[in-house]
């Protein structure tokens, strides 16, 4: 374990002597090699190349300017993922001046007090959240716009009015003949100098503003583009899910791609499985990104069905033709995706087992990543090539990690980390800044886990989430959950504490129950048979003494978390 410490400090130590890049030279980069590449497209709408990304952002910062936005401002933006999204975080990063990313699940409440917390003056709105926000509760705003043309919704400047008035005239006056590649200097950031604060919910109920460094966005970025980069040809295409307000969204999906010189395409509306699924078969991508549940709901719903069959599980146990069926069911769920994929990277939450376990016996390559919105995201990875099932990976260049156990490969502890992409802290508190990161640089998770001699790092659960035994034993409640979530008509759970025993809250998939006929009765009679089959496999410490059934699904962070604090007390 030591001289796994030592190696990655090493490395650490190597990065330090070097000079870090400026992130906005990246994005500068890649819009001038990739100029007549197709950029972003709104999922079955207008597709951006390079060249017409870097003239809106030109046109964006003549507004800027012309309102006097300065170098460190700060800009929000609150909408659903889409190309004019895209252009206007990287207008803001490329004026040197900082984004604040706002999840547009927020209510009119959380947005209003994010903006006013961040001391925005600019706020960017999509189409749904305008007709939320009261312009009055923010009142220290210059002005809002409207994300899908940058129309103003209400200006507080006169030159914020005169500029997107003339904003074509400007324009055509700072380049009279024709806008060039040659044209376009972006803003020279320093590694430390504040980039981004994203704000997020958690599963805690209480927002913290994130304050990401540029060195963060770069060493993310560097990471993808050195393990992902040679698989992926410029202009291959990828499709962004998860939400750009969020840091995993943003870094994998949005900031690698574009600055990868991919055709970035977003689904732009709710992603609601059926649309994912056609989005899939029509964009094709070269790279899966996404969130466990994404992945599992499409593995339970259109792979098991026809896995299961007695015919099928009649092959899979031959071993002469087992290897060919697999191959096939490979082929098949890979074509679910797209049929393009090289690599499904699941992150966010852990995989349930029973489905890793599945997609790693056909060999599909499927593996996990383990981050942090604290490191913009990425702690730990592994190509699916070296995944090791359970597990999330070996940390990534840049940084590195421990467990506080005196056994780490087998007792869990806390799951610490420090390098390149670790946070400055969290905005206006210090207080929380200090819990978070020690005096020497650690940022402490919250996570428990052990790690392998060889690095693999294993997620056994959230340590304000473990609970106690009435003997003092520790209880993950993850552990349990993922044994639950394989049994018979469980869609997603939760094991919460009452006293001394554990319940389990239980979302039945009602719809495969009703195309069975079965009433409200038989469900029950189904979870009380899962409640004896999930107690055969646990210790008696840990064993769940009910489960009761819920009528609506969990509320979710919008990474797809199940926000418990809102169940602890059912």
């Keep these: 374990m030591c001289k796994l410490l030592i190696t990655f400090a090493q490395n650490l130590n190597f990065c330090a002597m070097k000079t870090i890049p400026s992130f906005n030279a990246c994005v500068e980069k890649s819009i001038k090699e990739n100029w007549n590449l197709d950029a972003l497209t709104d999922y079955q709408g207008i597709t951006l190349q390079f060249k017409d990304v870097a003239r809106k952002i030109e046109k964006l910062h003549i507004l800027f300017e012309q309102t006097g936005m300065r170098r460190g401002d700060k800009i929000a933006i609150c909408g659903r993922n889409s190309s004019n999204w895209a252009v206007v975080f990287l207008a803001t990063l490329s004026y040197g001046a900082v984004a604040v990313p706002i999840q547009h699940e927020f209510n009119a409440e959380q947005i209003h007090n994010i903006v006013n917390h961040s001391e925005s003056r600019l706020l960017f709105v999509g189409d749904y959240v305008v007709k939320q926000i009261d312009a009055s509760a923010m009142p220290a705003l210059d002005g809002i716009l409207n994300i899908p043309d940058f129309s103003l919704v209400i200006s507080r400047k006169e030159e914020l009015t005169f500029a997107r008035e003339h904003l074509n005239e400007l324009f055509g006056k700072k380049y009279p003949k024709i806008f060039l590649l040659e044209d376009i200097h ?68 949005f900031i690698y791609s574009f600055c990868h010189g991919c055709h970035i395409f977003f689904l732009t509306r709710l992603p609601s499985p059926a649309i994912i699924a056609q989005a899939f078969a029509d964009v094709k991508p070269t790279i899966v990104i996404s969130v466990p549940l994404v992945i599992e709901k499409i593995i339970r719903k259109r792979v098991f069905p026809i896995i299961q069959s007695n015919r099928m599980r ?54 996990v990543g383990y981050g942090t919105t604290e490191c913009a995201p990425l702690i730990s990875y592994s190509p699916h090539e070296q995944f090791v099932p359970g597990s999330c990976g070996t940390p990534v260049d840049r940084m590195e990690v421990k467990i506080l156990s005196n056994d780490p490969e087998n007792i869990p502890g806390e799951i610490v ?93 009602y719809d495969e129950a009703h195309s069975m006929g079965f009433t409200n009765d038989d469900i029950s009679k189904v979870m009380e048979q899962n409640r004896q089959q999930l107690n055969s496999m646990l210790p008696g410490y840990c064993k769940i003494s009910s489960i009761q059934i819920l009528h609506e699904e969990f509320e979710k962070t919008p990474k797809k978390s199940i926000k418990r604090y809102l169940y602890q007390n059912i």
């Design 417 to 509: 980390t420090r390098g390149t992409n670790v946070m400055l802290g969290y905005y206006k508190n210090e207080e929380a800044t200090r819990e978070a990161i020690d005096d020497d640089g650690w940022y402490h998770t919250g996570d428990l886990g052990t790690m392998s001699a060889d690095g693999h790092i294993f997620i056994r659960g959230r340590l304000k989430n473990m609970l106690l035994g009435s003997n003092g034993q520790n209880i993950y409640p993850e552990e349990i959950e993922d044994k639950l979530n394989s049994l018979a008509l469980v869609t997603e759970c939760l094991v919460v504490q009452h006293g001394e025993k554990l319940v389990g809250l239980v979302y039945p998939d």
């Design 314 to 367: 009649i092959l899979l146990n031959m071993p002469f033709v087992s290897k060919k069926v697999k191959q096939t069911i490979c082929a098949q769920v890979l074509q679910v995706f797209g049929g393009n994929a090289f690599e499904v990277i699941v992150g966010g939450a852990a995989l349930n087992q029973e489905v890793e376990a599945f997609l790693k016996s056909i060999d599909f390559p499927v593996t």
């Design 186 to 253: 972006y803003h020279n950031d320093d590694a430390d100098d504040l980039a981004l604060i994203n704000y997020t919910s958690g599963t805690t109920g209480f927002s913290k503003g994130v304050m990401v460094p540029y060195r963060a966005l770069w060493s993310n970025e560097e990471y993808c583009e050195s393990i992902l980069g040679p698989k992926m040809p410029r202009g291959c295409n990828t499709l962004c899910i998860l939400p750009m307000a969020h840091m995993y969204g943003m870094s994998m999906e």
